[in-house]
């Protein structure tokens, strides 16, 4: 059978990818102020609620990772740009570089003021987010799931009227990672009361099996 995809799309990537987008944001948000590395929204909500109160130095906490998932965007623009032209693949390339950071992030978490780690990981998020865009090559977001519940449930409804079954495919492959994230925030949440911040090594191993996976020709 002749796949549709690139192994990069498979879904036990995005599984993978929405694993620990749930995991860092309960992560952050548990250990880190109530701050989230990827939903900026709730950033920006939690910011300007702040600001309205009068309470300037709260609001500028809120404001580190808007920043540094924006520097992340800067990031990858740039670095896709440098290696395009050098025939680099590069979800590869940018596995490996989310993996090095994530370490990065967790050796330096417990040893460093919080700001250092929830700017990292907002760097971090953003970066895998402008990088993994489609599962079997539908349009997906592996870090916020406001789009993916939307898409979900207009895509199921729409397949099971229309008796679609690539519709009801589609709308199941999203359901799968709406599921995966929870499962991140709910391991998160458990670990974080007996490691606090030595949590993030946990999230090593997933990032390992995506090395491996984008490191193999088969597609899942």
Known sequence: MTKKYQNFEGLRVAMLLTFVSGFIDAYTYITQGGRFASMQTGNLLYMTINIAEGRFKEAFSFLIPII?????????????????????RWHKLSTYVLFILLAAIAVSSPLLPSIFTIAGLAFFASIQLATFK??????????????????AAYLFLKGSVEKDKQILRQSIYIITVIITFMVGVLLSTVMCRYLTENSLYILLLPMLMLVYLLNIEKAF
Not at 74 to 82: A, D, I, T, V
Not at 134 to 151: A, F, L, Q
């Open 68 to 88: 540094f998932f924006i520097l992340g965007q800067f990031f990858y623009y740039f670095l896709r740009k440098w290696v395009t032209p050098k025939n680099v």
């Open 134 to 151: 489609r599962v079997r090559g539908y349009t997906y977001t592996n870090t916020m799931m406001t789009g993916n519940i939307k898409n």
